[in-house]
């Protein structure tokens, strides 16, 4: 595993910083760029407040320039071309400067599955405005009964003429409020095995007739997620991506990028670190109970020590990831296993620092002065639980290290 730089890693990374230290906007600096749920760069794309969406537009303009809008992307289509190695270091310092991720699932996802599965026209038709920034997709997988095990998706696609008709339901929809298209997973032959007769189509316009967007707000007051209503959309036969009837497997490609989960584990890192800073601070004594029950306290020191050596080891699997991308391997169980540590112990930072703070956690308001440290692990608390259900739920990720990665028999 490789944990240092060598000399061309080091000057890359120093050339990320000194972007991010140039170009990153001054509101950028001074706030985060918004968690995933409050919709980030692309809720700032489309603010009312100016200063929001210039800030979005300007790193938007920098990342353009440097290719690393898309950093992922082959040179030739208007990415970066960074290697394995040189992505992880790129996310790596992004997630330390809190910057916001750009693009949405159009860069990060079908991006990169266009590349692979798409024609000449589809590729000229979508990725240049996928690369501005102009045009955010949104991903239509999951279902009311068809999540993990999305192969059971029942949203249907009926062919008529030069086009398909497509009705029904989509579910946890990250960022539909927020998007200008849709690319969705849906089926064209129902007599099929579940795994076939699925067709990946991409919706060019959210607002299509008879599409219809509407908000799920979650535990924290948020709206990050939607349900997506289909009532005789139609969508031309031109927008299938990939062959019809085999979207199962288009849609698996854009499931092999990305798998180190550095920011997650950048973020534990830090979380921790401003936890500790703040017990250090007068304020940070008085509100949390190391003044106000010693055996408390002495029970939490050791918690709080397995929480920093659990951020440590996440990092790490971050880091065994990338190695194994790096010379060419493709992580398996691998991933799986970082992906389900990582998650699992994002929550389990979340409750100590729920509990370091006893009744003060209470506090909902961030503004307010019996807040610590602005209610964020109050909030934080809230929006660790989908953690380990999204991209996969933690059940699934066992399934798979106890199949792929210890040989048990399937059970």
């Not at 972007?19 to 706030?31: I, Q, T």
């Not at 989908?386 to 699934?396: D, H, K, L, Q």
Request: glycine share 10%; hydrophobic share 40%; charged share 20%.
């Amino acid at each position: 595993m490789d944990w240092a730089d060598n000399g061309e890693q080091a000057a890359f990374r120093a050339q990320v910083r000194e972007v991010l230290e140039r170009g990153l906007p001054d509101y950028y600096k001074n706030h985060t760029g918004g968690s995933e749920e409050a919709g980030g760069w692309n809720a700032d794309r489309k603010s009312d407040d100016p200063v929001r969406r210039d800030a979005a537009q300007t790193w938007a303009n920098v990342l353009a320039e440097r290719g690393w809008f898309a950093p992922h992307w082959p040179k030739e289509y208007g990415g970066g071309g960074l290697s394995p190695m040189e992505q992880f270091i790129y996310k790596q310092e992004i997630a330390l400067a809190e910057a916001p991720v750009v693009g949405g699932s159009g860069v990060s996802l079908l991006g990169p599955t266009l590349i692979v599965h798409g024609t000449e026209e589809q590729k000229k038709r979508y990725l240049p405005g996928i690369l501005s920034g102009e045009v955010v997709f949104a991903q239509g997988y999951s279902e009311p009964g068809a999540g993990s095990d999305l192969a059971s998706l029942q949203t249907r696609a009926i062919r008529d003429g030069d086009d398909f008709v497509v009705n029904g339901q989509k579910i946890w929809t990250s960022g539909a409020h927020l998007a200008d298209a849709l690319f969705a997973l849906v089926r064209t032959d129902p007599d099929a095995p579940k795994h076939r007769g699925i067709t990946f189509l991409m919706i060019d316009d959210i607002k299509t007739p008879g599409l219809s967007v509407r908000p799920l707000i979650n535990m924290a007051w948020q709206h990050g997620f939607n349900e997506t209503f289909f009532e005789d959309v139609r969508v031309p036969v031109a927008n299938a991506l990939g062959e019809i009837n085999r979207g199962w497997y288009v849609g698996a490609t854009l499931l092999d990028f990305e798998r180190s989960n550095v920011a997650g584990a950048v973020a534990a890192r830090r979380t921790i670190n401003r936890l500790f800073d703040y017990l250090d601070t007068v304020e940070g004594q008085l509100q949390s109970v190391r003044d106000k029950s010693v055996g408390q306290w002495n029970s939490l020191r050791h918690e709080l020590t397995d929480r920093y050596i659990e951020t440590e080891v996440g990092y790490n699997f971050s880091f065994r990831i990338i190695s194994m991308q790096n010379r060419g391997l493709i992580p398996n169980y691998e991933a799986s296993t970082a992906k389900m540590f990582i998650s699992e112990a994002g929550q389990r930072l979340q409750r100590t620092g729920t509990k370091v703070f006893g009744l003060y956690a209470n506090v909902w308001d961030s503004g307010s002065s019996h807040a610590p440290m602005g209610a964020s692990f109050t909030h934080g608390y809230v929006t660790s639980i989908p953690a380990t259900i999204a991209a996969g739920s933690s059940e699934i990720q066992r399934n798979i290290i106890a199949t792929r990665g210890l040989g048990l028999p399937r059970g």
